[in-house]
C-alpha cells in the first residue's frame, strides 16, 4: 500500500519545489528574507495547515472523478508529479491544481467514467476567477499600505523592518493557506482507496485522512528545502521589478485568495448570515501569486510588466493539464496492460425486477453479475424465476 503512495509523496515534493516560490519567492528574490529562514517556516506550517485544514478542499476534487482503484490513484499522481516536474525544471510556476485536474480526467477518460461538468466548471472558473481576484486584492491593499505610510510618515529604517517582519508573517500565512488548499492535490486522489486506520497518539487521534495528508506536508517540505530556490527567483524578479513593500502585499493577496478559497470556518460563517460563499476547490498558488504581481505592475502603468515572461507562465498553465492528461492516459494503460495492476473496478447497476430497487457498487463486491460493458454490469433480478 506504501509503495503505491510514493507517486504522491513525488507529486508532494514537486508541489514543494514550485509553489513555496509562491509564498516567499518575493521576500527571498528582494533578500528580505534568507531562503533557509523561508523554507524552514515554510515547511513548518506547510505541514501544520495540511493536517489540521487540509479536508475542505478534498471533497470537490472527489466530485470530479472517484478513481475508486489504489493502483489508479497512484497513476494519477505520478502523472500530475511528472508534468509539474517538467515545468519546474523550465522555470516555469506552473498549477499543480490545474495537473492533477488533467490527471483525473485522464482517467475518467481511461475507465470510461463520468467527469462531473459541474465540478470540473467550478474548478475551470477558479482557474480566471483566482488571478483576478488576487490583482484585486493586490491593487486596494497596496493603495491602503501607500496611505498609511505616508501618512505615519515611517522613517526608512523602522519601514525596511516592519516590511521584513510583514513579509514573514505573510509567508508563514501563505504556507499554512497553501497546506491546507493544496493538499488535496497531492493526497486527495488516495483517501478514498487507502486501506488504513485511526491512529491515536497522545489523546489526539489521526484519522486516514490526516495521516495521508502528515505524509504529503512532509513531501512538500522535503520539496521546499531541495529545489524551491530557482522557481523563487523566476517569481520574485521575472514578472515585474518589485520593491520590498510590494513584495509583501502581494504574497499577503496570495495568502488572502487561498485562504478564501480553503476555509471550512468561513464558508460555515457566511452561510450563517445568508452570504455568499466562496467554492471550496483547490485554487492555484501560482495564478494567485502572479495575479497579484501583475495587479501591481498594472497599478503603476504596466509598462515595466515583462509581458513575456507572462505569456510563458500562461502557457504552461494550458499545457499542464493537457500534458497531465495524455501522460495519465498513457501511463494507466500500461499499469493496466503491462504491470497487469487494476486501475480501476466496475461499477455495478443492479435491478431488482421484484421490488424495482436499484443498487450501485464495485465489481469486485458483484462478482457473479453480468457484465454488460467494460464499466457498467446490469443483471435483473426476477423474484419469481
Known amino acids: 500500500m506504501f509503495g ?28 528580505m528574507i534568507q531562503f533557509r529562514t523561508a523554507a524552514l517556516y515554510c515547511s513548518i506550517f506547510v505541514i501544520l495547515g495540511a493536517v489540521i485544514s487540509g479536508a475542505g478542499a478534498s471533497h470537490t476534487l472527489g466530485k470530479l472523478g472517484s478513481v475508486n482503484a489504489v493502483a489508479g490513484a497512484f497513476t494519477v499522481a505520478f502523472a500530475a508529479a511528472v508534468s509539474v516536474s517538467l515545468m519546474t525544471y523550465a522555470r516555469f510556476p506552473v498549477s499543480t491544481s490545474q495537473a492533477i485536474v488533467g ?16 465540478s470540473l466548471t467550478r474548478i475551470v472558473s477558479t482557474w480566471i476567477f483566482c488571478p483576478v481576484l488576487a490583482a484585486s486584492v493586490a491593487i486596494v491593499l497596496y493603495l491602503f499600505t501607500g496611505f498609511f505610510i505616508r501618512y505615519l510618515s515611517v522613517p526608512m529604517f523602522k519601514l525596511d523592518n516592519i516590511t521584513r517582519w510583514s513579509l514573514l508573517c505573510a509567508g508563514i500565512f501563505g504556507s499554512y493557506a497553501l497546506g491546507a488548499n493544496n493538499i488535496a492535490n497531492v493526497m486527495g486522489v488516495f483517501v478514498p482507496v487507502a486501506d488504513l486506520s485511526d491512529i491515536t497518539i497522545f489523546n489526539v487521534t489521526f484519522t486516514p485522512a490526516r495521516q495521508l495528508f502528515l505524509l504529503g506536508g512532509i513531501a512538500i517540505a522535503i520539496g521546499v528545502f531541495t529545489f524551491s530556490k530557482r522557481v523563487m527567483l523566476t517569481v520574485g524578479k521575472g514578472i ?29 460563517w ?116
Open 103 to 118: 490527471a483525473i480526467i485522464g482517467w475518467n477518460i481511461f475507465s470510461g467514467s463520468v467527469t462531473d461538468m459541474t
Open 240 to 268: 515585474f521589478e518589485l520593491s520590498p513593500v510590494m513584495a509583501a502585499v502581494v504574497v499577503w493577496s496570495h495568502s488572502i485568495v487561498l485562504f478564501l478559497f480553503s476555509s471550512l470556518s468561513l464558508e460555515t
Open 270 to 385: 457566511l452561510k450563517n448570515h445568508e452570504l455568499p460563499t466562496f467554492p471550496l476547490v483547490p485554487v492555484s498558488s501560482s495564478q494567485a501569486i502572479v495575479g497579484a504581481v501583475i495587479g501591481i505592475g498594472l497599478l503603476k502603468g504596466g509598462k515595466a510588466i515583462r509581458w513575456r515572461t507572462v505569456a510563458g507562465i500562461a502557457s504552461g498553465w494550458v499545457t499542464t493539464p493537457i500534458l497531465a492528461g495524455v501522460i495519465s492516459l498513457v501511463s494507466l494503460f500500461f499499469m493496466q496492460n503491462v504491470f497487469q495492476q487494476d486501475t480501476y473496478h466496475k461499477e455495478i447497476v443492479a435491478y431488482d425486477a421484484g421490488t424495482g430497487d436499484v443498487e450501485l457498487g464495485s465489481g469486485y463486491d458483484y462478482p457473479d453479475f453480468y457484465i454488460s460493458s467494460e464499466r457498467i454490469c446490469l443483471k435483473v433480478f426476477d423474484n419469481e424465476q
Open 4 to 31: 503505491f503512495f510514493s507517486s504522491g509523496l513525488f507529486l508532494g515534493w514537486s508541489l514543494g519545489a514550485n509553489d513555496a516560490s509562491n509564498v516567499f519567492g518575493t521576500a527571498v528574490s528582494s533578500r
